[in-house]
Each structure stands twice: as C-alpha cells, then as structure tokens.
C-alpha cells in the first residue's frame, strides 16, 4: 500500500498531505475536518477534486497545514489532493486541470509602500 506526499500552495499557506487508499478518513493538524473547517464551504472547497473525480471515501488523507488564513488553508489543501489524485491516476488528470485545481494561483498581498496608509491607499488629503 502505498502514499503518496504532496503539496499545495495558495497566498501563505502551505498544505502537506499524505494519501493512502482507505475508508475516507480525512485529518487536518490530527483533529477532524469538521472541527478544523467549522464551516462548511471550506471543506467543500477541500473535498471538491476527490468529488469531480468520483472517487469519494476511497483515500484515507492526513493534512499537515500552515500559514496563512482558513480559505487560503482549504484551497492550498484542495492543490495537493488534486496533485496526489494525479499521482494515483494520470486518467483525472484533464479533468482536474480543467477545473484550475492544479494551478498555482499567484495572487500574493501587496506589499506596503513607504508615504502610503497600505499599498495603495493614500494618507487624507488637506486642502487648507
């Protein structure tokens, strides 16, 4: 039996899996996904590649996350099961890309400039 390691990047969060066939067991930082997504539509967004490929509680997957905020954390997660999918199967791999699952999206927050309230807000302007 063998697992397959991957990762998955999204703003600053960085996910590291470990997939294995098995019952559907997913982990996230060794607690449940739904105590660690408490909100649905995260874990949405991390089982959506095992859902478009159909294979659904057949991979036991162990989620080390870190960095970044909870959305940024699901997506990252969704990157690397989808690259751990392509692994086990090259057949989903069109259907994944497809989708832009196995894009790195590249949006990164701007950083701030000096003379500037953040990276693009002005300070108020005084006429008198």
Do not use: W
């Amino acid at each position: 039996m063998e697992i397959i390691n991957t990762i998955g990047r999204r703003k600053t969060s960085v996910a590291r899996i470990y997939m294995q066939p098995g019952k559907g067991e997913i982990s996230v930082n060794d607690r449940t996904i739904e105590t660690y997504f408490p909100f649905e539509l995260h874990q949405i967004i991390v089982k959506q590649p095992l859902a478009l490929v159909g294979v659904e509680g057949s991979y036991d997957i162990k989620i080390n996350l870190d960095g970044g905020g909870i959305t940024g954390q699901a997506e990252a997660a969704r990157m690397a099961i989808s690259r751990a999918l392509c692994e086990f199967d090259a057949e989903h791999r069109s259907a994944l890309k497809k989708e832009g699952f196995l894009t790195r999206d590249p949006r990164m927050v701007e950083r701030k400039k000096p003379g500037r309230r953040k990276a693009r807000r002005r300070f108020q302007f005084s006429k008198r």
